[in-house]
Each structure stands twice: as C-alpha cells, then as structure tokens.
C-alpha cells in the first residue's frame, strides 16, 4: 500500500501536501492505466489493475476514483486538453481566420489524443456505453469551451453557449473518427463541418435572435411591475 504523506502541524499545509499527493497519485494511475487499457478494457478490473501497479489498496483506490473508470476516463480527456492547449501555446491565434483557429485547435485535441491511441479507443468505447454518455457530453463541452477561449472567444451572451454547443457536436464525431477512421477520414470531417457552420454563421449576421427573448422579458417585467404595454 502506498501511504499518503505525513501531514504537517499545519492543517493548510496538510491539505496542501495530501492534495499534492492525491493529483501526482491520480496521474501515476492513469499512466498505468493507459498501459493496461489495450488488453483489459476501459472498466473496473482496469482501474483495480492501474491501482495495485502503484500500492494502493482497494480502501484507496475507493477514495481516489469514487467513480471508478469514469474518473479515470475524466483525467484521460483533461491530460489530453492539457496536451493540446501545450501544443496551441506555439500558435498566436491573432494569425489565423477565425475558422483556421478552430480547425488547428480541434486538429491539435485530435492528435492529443492519438498519442494515446488504443486506450483512446477503449475509452471512447466506453464513453459510447448508454450509462456513460452524459460524461461523454459533459468532457466534449469542457474541450469546446478551452478550443474557444484559446481561439479568443470573449461571448458572454447566449452566443457563449451556441459556440460550444455546435463544437462539441462536431468534437463528438471527429473524435470518434480519428480514433477509428484515422487522421484523413477526420481531418475532412472537421473541415466539412467548420464550412457549414460558416455558412451558419454568414446567414444569422444582422439577424436579432435576442428579440423574442427581450419580448418575453418585457411582458414578465408588465406582468410583475403592473406596468402597461405602450
């Protein structure tokens, strides 16, 4: 068993050094699990394997992954978030269209993730499982929202979301396909996908989508203020 680190008198400095623990720990396991992952799977006898290969016992691993291979699967999209945001920190953004930005970002989460390739796969696998998509969802819109931001989106209306929506929508698929098509079939799906969100995106300018909102918002100020429609 791997034993956490002696604490400190200090109870801030105790936190701080089990939280330090408890990241490197999580990360050590991760690497062991992407090793074990192309022969045992993306599930539980995985993760038991990932932890014993680093002395924790059944009692630590239950406090580290509460969630078993759905925190594992967690970590493994966020190293590859890390691994790409790394990658993009080469490019200044200000050079590129604002489509060439999202196309180099979602490339470089694509290639992010290959450099892990058949855990990939056998994590994608399970994400697919019907218990598991509301994660699948959740870590698609997490990777949208750091592809915008470094792309320099600075939206805090309702377009803040759509952004993200209508990326994840096209993350989900390009994914799938870099994992089990390859690099060309997903390459020309994104570029596919940005092209008709361009269109989108030229046919909504000067239109007011926030009208019926505003609408709305009114009569509900009327209705609650007793003030009368002009």
């Not at 956490?4 to 408890?22: I, R, V, Y």
């Not at 680093?54 to 594992?72: C, I, K, T, V, Y």
């Not at 509301?134 to 915008?148: I, N, S, V």
């Not at 994992?179 to 060309?184: L, N, Q």
């Amino acid at each position: 068993m791997t034993e956490a680190p002696h604490l400190s008198n200090d109870p801030s400095k105790g936190e701080a050094l089990k939280a330090d623990w408890a990241d490197r720990m999580e990360q050590a396991v991760l690497d062991a699990a992407v090793e074990r992952a192309p022969a045992l799977g993306w599930n539980g006898r995985m993760v038991r394997a990932a932890c014993a290969a680093n002395g924790l016992s059944r009692g630590d691993e239950e406090l580290l992954f509460p969630n078993g291979a759905r925190d594992l699967a967690a970590l493994l999209s966020r190293r590859h978030d890390d691994r790409a945001l790394a990658a993009l920190g080469e490019v200044d953004p200000a050079t590129l269209k604002i489509r060439e930005r999202i196309a180099r970002a979602v490339s470089e989460r694509l290639e992010a993730g290959a450099a892990d390739l058949e855990a990939t796969r056998r994590c994608a696998a399970f994400l697919a499982l019907p218990t598991n998509v509301d994660l699948g969802l959740q870590l698609a819109w997490e990777t949208a929202d750091h592809l915008w931001n470094w792309a320099g989106d600075t939206a805090t209306d309702w377009n803040h979301y759509s952004k993200r929506a209508i990326l994840s929508g096209i993350l989900i698929p390009a994914l799938t396909m870099r994992w089990f098509d390859g690099k060309e079939a997903a390459d020309a799906f994104v570029a596919r996908r940005i092209e008709n969100v361009m269109a989108f995106e030229k046919w909504k300018a000067g239109k007011d989508f926030d009208a019926p909102l505003r609408r709305m918002t009114d009569a509900l100020s009327r209705m609650r203020y007793g003030a009368k429609a002009e």
